[in-house]
């Protein structure tokens, strides 16, 4: 079989395809969860008093009149941070409070516009959706004075006025528009948009450049069905608005963008430096494993050749067993045979006359191997053991010596 032949064999894809393969996953890992991160930033708020319902009580209407007379639509403001810094802060923010909104967001963001022109837009009705219309909704009653005057009261030190005005008519920005029917108004001398002498439904706070719209009926979509409210909602715009079309929308009164998981903390300043360090990391680990570096490593054998590797393996088998303390008796009796076959003692003599043959080898010291020999018999842990058979080896080698 010819050599590529074989090395097809060995490799049944390309290095790249298995490349492009590793790169498709990452990038399609990556996405995902990145879109699972963030959509829920993009998912459109149903029904109510938002810039993106297209209920009667909603605004997406006004959003889109102003998209068609500036050419372009207006910037929608997802989290916290753009209200305050950013190209669009500086815009005229429109703030629609719906009854759900969230009152600490609105606190917020008071302090964030501070000094930046912001219209608040006070909710007004109570609405359910309408099934099986999806976005649609409908009118069930007006809010409670009290529920109004709370979110009122978050903004300015004001209440809504009593009683029903019998003003037919408002004047916005010389534009005749028919009144709304349950007209909210508060009481003001110098209103901007007024129902009546003293009955302000635009009116504008004294230390900052807040303005606070009483009625959404003037803007909201079912509002924009008249034409003459339509245009009116252009006027009263750019009567407020610091530039022409410097329009911007707030959405993090409706839970837009206030959310925060690990996820995300992981995708943004200040920990973004640290992800994309950590994916630095992992990719020259992957570019530096792709290559081989030094010669192959060889696998070892279980159990190596030789003596010493038997002896070893022997011993480390005797050790996991628990055996060692019982080897010095056996030890002891294993020396006594080969002295005395080595030595040349008589065939046939029991152990103790072996024991006195085999001192009486010993010109020097009396009983030498019989006391070595109870040393080995009698040792009960490791050194003792190897102090024993080592005085038990040297005594047969001198023995041996002296013979030859």
């Known amino acids: 079989m010819s050599a590529p032949a074989v090395e097809a064999m060995q490799e049944p894809f390309s290095r790249k395809t298995l490349f492009w393969g590793i790169f498709a996953s990452l990038l399609a890992a990556a996405g995902f969860f990145l879109l699972s991160t963030y959509a829920p930033d993009f998912r459109q708020p149903e029904g109510g008093g938002t810039p993106l319902s297209k209920g009667g009580s909603g605004y997406a209407g006004l959003v889109e009149w102003l998209k068609l007379a500036n050419g372009q639509s207006p910037p929608v403001a997802r989290d916290e941070r753009a209200l305050s810094v950013g190209p669009a802060s500086g815009f005229l923010l429109i703030v629609t409070i719906a009854p759900g909104s969230d009152p600490a967001a609105l606190a917020r963001l008071v302090k964030l516009r501070s000094g930046k022109a912001t219209l608040f837009v006070l909710p007004k009705w109570i609405t359910l959706p309408l099934q099986p219309h999806e976005g649609w909704e409908m009118k069930l009653a007006r809010l409670p004075d009290t529920v109004v005057n709370d979110w009122l009261g978050r903004i300015a030190n004001a209440k809504l006025g009593e009683g029903e005005t019998s003003v037919g008519q408002i004047d916005v920005s010389g534009r ?101 360090s950590v994916l630095a990391a992992a990719a020259l680990a992957f570019l530096h494993g792709l290559g081989r570096f030094g010669p192959p490593r060889t696998e070892a054998r279980a159990i190596a050749f030789g003596k010493q590797a038997l002896v070893d393996t022997t011993a480390m ?73 080592q005085e038990l080896h040297d005594w047969t080698t001198r023995r041996l010596g002296e013979r030859r």
């Open 176 to 276: 005749m528009v028919t009144t709304p029917g349950d007209l909210q108004w508060v009481a003001d001398d110098h209103p901007l948009i007024a129902a009546g002498a003293g009955r302000a439904v635009l009116t504008e706070l004294d230390k900052e450049p807040f303005y606070i719209l009483t009625d959404p009926d003037l803007i909201n979509n079912a509002a924009l069905n008249d034409p003459q409210k339509a245009a009116a909602a252009l006027d009263m715009i750019a009567m407020l608005e610091p530039g022409k079309g410097a329009v911007m929308f707030d959405l993090t009164l409706h839970g837009v963008g206030q959310k925060y998981d690990l996820a995300r903390l992981l995708v943004e300043p200040p920990f973004l430096a640290l992800t994309l």
């Open 317 to 389: 088998l005797l050790k996991r067993a628990g055996r060692l303390q019982e080897l010095g008796d056996r030890y002891a009796l294993l020396m006594r045979a080969r002295a005395a076959a080595l030595l040349g003692a008589p065939p046939g003599l029991p152990g103790e006359a072996l024991d006195r043959w085999l001192d009486s080898r010993d010109k020097g010291e009396a009983q030498g191997f019989t006391r070595r020999f109870k040393a080995a018999n009698e040792s009960k842990n490791l050194a003792g053991m190897h102090d024993a058979a």
